[in-house]
């Protein structure tokens, strides 16, 4: 998972820590690190096409974020449905999206979609 720059600059890495261990997820792995365009590219590349892959880019190299590998039960469902839709107008309230997101792009966290990207995303954040 990544609290997103929003959420860093807002103050809610606290509460959305708390969530995840509320949740009964095992936190195995934390990073605070500011992303550069280079690793932005990398990690959203599955975008390069998009319309908004360059503000993208641009928001997730706007401030700081927190990087987290994170352990449970049916792990990648069970985060994905905390944090609810990527828009977070659309997101059911009470899910952190619906709590803290902005807009569709700074929508406070990101979680792997599927146990395979859930790996290779690990693996750009964190040693084996
Ligand atoms: P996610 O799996 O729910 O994070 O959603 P996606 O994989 O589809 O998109 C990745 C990220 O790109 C989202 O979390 C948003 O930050 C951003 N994003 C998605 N859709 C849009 C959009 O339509 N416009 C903009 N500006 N950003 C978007």
């Known amino acids: 998972m990544i609290i997103k720059p929003d959420s ?17 997820f095992r936190i195995t792995g934390l990073r605070y690190l500011h992303l550069s365009q280079q690793q ?27 990087v987290g590998r994170l352990e449970r039960e ?5 985060w994905r449905k905390v944090i609810g839709s990527t828009d977070p107008t659309k997101a059911p309230p009470g899910t952190i999206r619906a709590l803290y997101g902005i807009s569709i792009e ?3 966290v990101h979680g792997s979609d599927s146990v395979e990207n859930g790996v290779i995303e690990t693996r750009f954040f964190f040693e084996e």
């Open 8 to 24: 860093v600059r807002d103050g809610h890495i606290g509460h959305i820590l708390t969530r995840i261990e509320e949740e009964s």
């Open 40 to 66: 932005a590219e990398e990690f959203y590349a599955i975008h390069k096409e998009r319309p908004f892959f360059d503000s993208l880019v641009r928001y997730m190299t706007s401030g700081p974020v927190v």
């Open 74 to 78: 049916n792990a990648v469902e069970h």
């Open 106 to 108: 700074s929508n406070a």
